[in-house]
């Protein structure tokens, strides 16, 4: 499977790209088990030999970007959001969110990064609540950027470890 992943090297980048901003996109994380499809990818990467900085800068750009288009969304829609799928499914998540998001203000967009359950609503949240957009970015990139080097991290450690 490395050898695979060594020979097709260029896609890689785009697939944990693409599979990270999914994971971070408003409900699609609840489908798409990115995180550790990404780690795996990057456990293959560092079997391979293939450097894993390019791909822990994709991971990067592709989480603040899919936080960054919930967070739009939110803004968008703001009251109507309780309008919509899975809200009018399970109308508790927008009050249990805010909740979570005035305790912990910014901080929400790093814990979320984290914390599966979370990653779905709290960038949509901040926007529906208007969190003000450059705080919002700030810590969008900044927990985006720690994720990334967390995965980068565990999958290169899994093929230490067990490699």
Not at 14 to 34: N, Q, Y
Not at 75 to 96: D, G, Q, S
Not at 147 to 153: P, R, Y
Request: aromatic share 14%.
């Amino acid at each position: 499977m490395s050898g695979f992943v060594h020979a097709h090297a260029e896609w890689v980048v785009p697939i944990v790209l693409l599979l990270s901003f999914m994971k971070s996109l408003a409900f699609v994380s609840l489908v798409v088990p990115s995180s550790v499809v990404v780690a795996i990818i990057v456990a293959l990467m560092d079997m391979s030999g293939v450097s894993l900085w390019p791909a822990g800068i994709a991971i990067a750009v592709g989480a603040g970007l899919g936080d960054w288009v919930s967070y739009t969304l939110g803004w968008m829609l703001k009251e109507k959001a309780h309008h919509y799928w899975p809200f009018t499914r399970y109308p508790e998540l927008i009050p249990r969110g805010e909740r979570f998001f005035r305790r912990w203000g910014a901080m929400s967009v790093v814990l979320c990064r984290f914390f599966s359950p979370l990653r779905a609503t709290v960038p949509l949240l901040c926007g529906i609540f208007e969190m003000p957009p450059l705080l919002f970015q700030l810590a969008n990139w900044m927990s985006a950027i720690l994720w990334a080097g967390l995965v980068v991290a565990i999958g290169a450690g899994v093929i230490r470890i067990f490699g």
